[in-house]
């Protein structure tokens, strides 16, 4: 079974940069869409971005277009998100889902805590 782990969380000013990772331990990502999720305290969980695997195109957030960054390494099995320009409102836990095209089953890590403060 697929299993993901985000790390690269942290602690970061406003403004900063962060880039977070996740890594698929025993598949390839090649037959996955991948999507990076966020939840503050006391919200609902947002998607953020996403890599669609059947039309090769990544989309974003409102809220983080033009900041954030979806990109993959297949050959490693690892998708990045590189967040620049942080602000406090991007805090919160940040989680990578893996869904299988034709099947649509879906696969979550474990989330990695993105804090924006000065």
């Known amino acids: 079974q697929l299993q993901l782990v985000e790390s690269g969380g942290g602690l970061v000013q406003p403004g900063g940069s962060l880039t977070l990772s996740c890594a698929a331990s025993?598949?390839?990502?090649?037959?996955?869409?991948i999507a990076w999720f966020r939840q503050a305290p006391g919200k609902e969980r947002e998607g953020v971005a996403c890599?669609?695997?059947?039309?090769?195109?990544?989309y974003y957030a409102d809220s983080v277009k033009g900041r954030f960054t979806v990109s993959r390494d297949d050959a490693k099995s690892t998708v990045f998100l590189q967040m620049n320009s942080l602000k406090s409102e991007d805090t919160g836990m940040y989680y990578c889902?893996?869904?299988?095209?034709?099947?649509?089953?879906?696969?979550w890590g474990q989330g990695t805590q993105v804090t924006v403060s000065s």
């Open positions: 889902k893996a869904r299988r095209i034709y099947t649509n089953e879906d696969y």
């Open positions: 025993g598949y390839s990502l090649t037959y996955y869409s």
């Open positions: 890599f669609n695997t059947n039309d090769g195109m990544t």
